[in-house]
């Protein structure tokens, strides 16, 4: 396997095209695991940890297998978009029947603003809450804004224009595709906003995360593969290269050596680039970073690029990252190299979590393995109650006594999805296809936990957990921890 990494001081990378059976045994077998095809070390890397050569197998192996589903998985998904679409498009499906009928059926074109993605049909809310919007509270606003911008990351341009100008009355700055050089092929999608008003002048970068018929985004979360850069510590690979790692030449401050693909665009550089001609335009201008699942690493990855690359200017004009059901993105010292220099800059964090949610227990840590958060984690149970906690319970997941836990929670969420119009209002109801889509947790709990629909009621439920820490007074910590909010 040849993969160019001059630019790391030490990295492991896994390539489950090159696995094999006898590999995965020799794996579980041998400690010198720079001899099997499917990893990629440095000469002479060993394991002498079993339970870590087993995850890396497992790893390689859940990757093997969502290759092999990955067209019929996109196929699905597309016709399933697809006649979701042409229902809703014909009003319903007793409308869509009488308009064959009379040869009059309206066909949705996935390029229009009508069209929808299978994340939109899920949860079909566009509008601010407008409660929230009225507090006047710039950080729950600023949360408001970043969990609407993420669900809104999945959905096409068309889409984009729409809800961004003519809902929201704000400026859509570009939406784009952006290009995989390890891929080769546009694979990260992103937007950015532009809230401005009198007294403020807002821009929201959001990274679209993890579809849900995308195998290819899965095994990214699933990959156990890294780099490690120099002061900064052990990253997540196949995040990195969503964001626009070069090879070879891995994050160059200016793209001046690139030969190939010149015209293809990437994230990491596009989007630097705006927001500094942004900061030329109106030095007062401050921006947020957003994205949901896979896009909440991204989110937490741009930053971490900026520093690295010493971006002070544009670091005084980050106000605070909001992830959504994020995975892991690097190791401890990742993590404190993050967190000092989020301090430096007075830049907030907000983790946030939903139940058991699949992908921020993802990749596995424990004490065998080097993926950590970092930060606190705001965590909301399926009543929506939160807490705000170092790290979400069930950290890994997959735990046989939390099986029966989670098919406990999972029917009552099946049965909260008919009750949550009449306990917490009409704007919470759900419709037949989130019911339908909710039983997936009866087999994988933590699927349809990682939904937008759920992270968008914690939002506007538990809000007021989207404080800045400063701002809080010793008495109200000391209530928060009386009755259980604050771990």
């Known amino acids: 396997m040849v993969c160019d990494k001059s630019f790391s001081s030490s990295y492991m990378l896994l390539n489950h095209e090159e696995v094999g059976v006898f590999d995965l045994v020799h794996m579980l077998r041998s400690h010198a695991i720079e001899k099997r095809n499917f990893v990629d070390c440095p000469k002479g890397m060993t394991e002498e940890n079993f339970k870590r050569r087993w995850l ?41 029947i009488s308009n064959w009928i009379r040869g009059e059926m309206i066909r949705p074109e996935r390029s229009l603003s009508t069209f929808i993605s299978f994340t939109g049909c899920l949860d079909t809310r566009i509008e601010l809450d407008k409660d929230i919007i009225e507090s006047g509270d710039k950080d729950r606003y600023n949360c408001l804004l970043s969990i609407m911008a993420a669900k809104a990351s999945y959905e096409n341009h068309a889409y984009l224009q729409h809800i961004v100008t003519d809902i929201w009355k704000m400026e859509l700055l570009g939406s784009f595709d952006f ?60 995040f990195m290269k969503a964001l626009g790692l070069q090879k070879s030449l891995g994050w160059p401050e200016e793209l001046t050596h690139r030969t190939k693909n010149q015209e293809q665009p990437l994230a990491y550089y596009v989007i630097r680039d705006m927001l500094k001609q942004a900061l030329k335009e109106n030095k007062k201008v401050k921006f947020i970073v957003t994205g949901h699942s896979l896009g909440g690493a991204l989110a937490v990855l741009f930053p971490a690029v900026l520093m690295s690359h010493n971006e002070v200017e544009l670091l005084d004009m980050l106000e605070g990252v909001y992830t959504f059901g994020q995975p892991r993105v690097g190791d401890k010292r990742f993590g404190k190299f993050m967190k000092e220099n989020l301090e430096n800059f007075d ?28 930060g606190t984690c705001l965590y909301f149970d399926s009543f929506y109650n939160g807490k705000i906690m170092e790290e979400e319970p069930n950290k890994n997941y997959f735990s046989p006594l939390s099986a029966l836990p989670k098919l406990i929670n999972a029917v009552w969420e099946i049965i909260r999805s008919f009750m949550i119009p009449y306990t917490r209002g009409e704007d919470y109801s759900e419709g037949f296809v989130l019911k339908m889509y909710r039983f997936i947790g009866l087999m994988i709990a933590g699927i349809p936990a990682h939904g937008l629909q759920d992270y968008v009621n914690v939002v506007r439920l538990g809000s007021d957990l989207y404080k800045d820490p400063r701002s809080i007074s010793d008495n109200e910590i000391k209530l928060m921890i009386d009755d259980g909010t604050l771990k």
């Open 56 to 96: 890396l197998s497992m790893s390689v192996l859940a990757q093997k297998m969502l290759k092999s589903i990955k067209k019929p998985l996109a196929a699905m998904g597309s016709g399933i978009e697809y006649w979701l679409n042409l229902v809703s498009c014909n009003r319903n499906l007793s409308g869509l």
């Open 347 to 374: 830049v907030k964090y907000y983790r946030t979590v939903y139940s058991n949610d699949l992908v921020p227990r993802l990749p596995y840590d424990d004490s065998t393995m080097m993926f950590k958060h970092f």
């Open 179 to 238: 290009w995989n050089d390890y891929q080769q092929k546009a694979t990260t999608q992103a937007f950015i906003l532009r809230d401005k008003k009198e007294d403020s002048d807002l821009i929201v970068v959001a990274f679209r995360g993890t579809e849900t018929f995308d195998a290819d985004a899965w095994s990214s979360d699933v990959d156990l593969s890294w780099y490690e850069l120099p002061g900064i510590g052990k990253v997540h690979g196949g």
